[in-house]
């Protein structure tokens, strides 16, 4: 198999070839004076597997892995393996007026309609928002939706290491995660705490109740996904209202848009966050305060085991 990247996942890319021994492919990226992007496939992928890493965080990156993908299928590659370490358009998965475009479907479609080299195609997605995420995709494009359980069990025991078992309580920043924060306290060995929220407005929401007793504990939040930190900040002020002794935070994908994370760490709430590399907005706020795991050697092993 050769790994290929979108120019703002060269970084994964290149973690993910050399833990899973891939070698890199080569694609020639220039601008014309317009604006306009041109990509060339410059390594022969002629009846070999090729691997496209690169996520959505922005419409230009989703076009860019578009079209370098249909170039990959058109120069000869037999089988197409299309990586998306963050799934965008979460905001936008489901319809809830009548009239609202579903973009995390239309964005489906339109990698579904890659063309399907001889021996198939998939595209591997990792902790989606939400699970009905992969029945958008359509046609010969096969979705594999990644669990990232092992980083995070990794990233939630690096947190906790004076802890012990008994020291710290895993919770959810809203109910819709907490399957997940279930599933993951079990195999810590830990409770699970959970938060319900009240709906003032279409902006507001207020913390109602906390469902497990924490006074005195290390409370470490997960959630999917990280943005502005609102959820996040929301959360933390009940479990310190309730007596938690510290809070943390632990989520797979950091987005963190303009101040947000200068914003979380200023409130005084979280003493830490951890997320993984799934998004390149975390790899430039990286910091003692926010610190990273990656998740290139589950995404090489997967490409090497996954048929």
Not at 165 to 193: H, M, P, Q, Y
Not at 198 to 206: A, C, H, N, V
Not at 291 to 304: I, N, Y
Request: glycine share 10%; aromatic share 8%; net charge neutral.
């Amino acid at each position: 198999m050769i790994v290929f990247h979108s120019l703002s996942y060269e970084k994964l890319g290149r973690e993910i070839a050399a833990c899973g021994a891939f070698p890199l492919g080569e694609v020639i990226v220039k601008r014309f004076p317009d604006g306009e992007r041109y990509q060339r496939v410059a390594s022969d992928v002629s009846g070999k597997d090729v691997a496209l890493i690169g996520g959505t965080p922005t419409d230009a990156d989703a076009l860019e892995i578009y079209d370098l993908a249909n170039g990959l299928v058109d120069s000869g590659a037999r089988s197409l393996t299309l990586v998306i370490p963050f799934f965008g358009y979460a905001t936008m998965e489901r319809a809830s007026k009548q009239g609202e475009v579903v973009t995390a479907k239309t964005r489906a479609r339109l990698f579904s309609s890659i063309p399907v080299p001889g021996s198939g195609s998939r595209v591997m997605l990792v902790d989606l928002h939400t699970e009905g995420i992969p029945y958008y995709f359509e046609g010969g494009m096969r979705p594999v939706h990644v669990y990232a359980t092992p980083i995070i069990l990794q990233a939630v025991r690096a947190l906790t290491k004076e802890d012990g078992s008994s020291g710290f309580v895993l919770a959810c920043t809203d109910a819709g995660r907490a399957k997940w924060v279930e599933s993951l306290a079990n195999d810590l060995g830990v409770s699970a705490s959970f938060v319900f929220k009240r709906r003032l407005d279409d902006r507001r929401t207020e913390v109602a109740a906390v469902s497990a007793a924490v006074q005195g504990k290390h409370v470490i939040l997960y959630d999917d996904m990280v943005r502005t930190g609102g959820s996040l900040l929301g959360a933390a002020r009940a479990y310190q209202q309730a007596g938690a002794a510290r809070i943390s935070a632990v989520a797979t994908h950091g987005i963190f848009p303009e101040d947000s994370l200068e914003r979380i760490q200023e409130s005084g709430l979280i003493d830490q966050i951890v997320v993984t590399d799934t998004h390149p907005r975390a790899l430039t706020l990286q910091s003692d305060y926010l610190r990273l795991f990656s998740v290139a050697g589950l995404l090489a092993d997967k490409l090497r085991s996954a048929p």
